[in-house]
């Protein structure tokens, strides 16, 4: 009975020690630290440029330079336009030479003056491509801070670097 009486009061007190055991609660809210605006202003990391780089290759597909204007990038954007000048003016030429020789009946020289005009065509589009590609990078690259220099060397040769703006 001894050994009996010993577990019982083993139970009880357990059970006792149990109940003083502090019952967890539900912890209070904290408050939303998110939308607390900030005391210290931080610079963005980087500068924007004026328009999206899906803007620069919309504005180069549809007239190429034009997204390189926009980002300052004019000494680009003339090269382009010189281009497609270039080769809109020779697929032009080439059409109106194929009239000429359709029209005097010169069917062998015919078949290589078609072939002549594919290949302006196929080189107007490319510059169109190509301009959309570039003025894309080019907004992505936008602030970008190193620069292609070209300086005269102490003994009169050109040198060729890079230039680091802060």
Known sequence: MRGLTAGVV???????????????????PRADTVSARDTV????????????????????MLLPGWGQAVLGRRVTGAVFVF????????????????????????????ESKKQEIQDWAVMLVFN???AGAEAFVSAYLWDFPVELDTRTLGDGAVGLGLRVRY
């Open 83 to 110: 281009w497609e000048g270039i080769t809109l003016t020779m697929t032009l030429k080439a059409a109106h030479q194929l009239g000429y020789l359709e029209d005097i009946g010169d069917v062998e020289r015919v």
């Open 41 to 60: 202003k931080v610079p963005p990391f980087r500068i924007q440029p004026p328009i999206s780089p899906l803007g620069a290759f919309a504005r180069s």
């Open 128 to 130: 169109h491509l190509v």
């Open 10 to 28: 083993l139970l009880l007190a357990a059970g006792t020690a149990h109940a003083q055991l502090p019952v967890p609660t539900a912890r209070p």
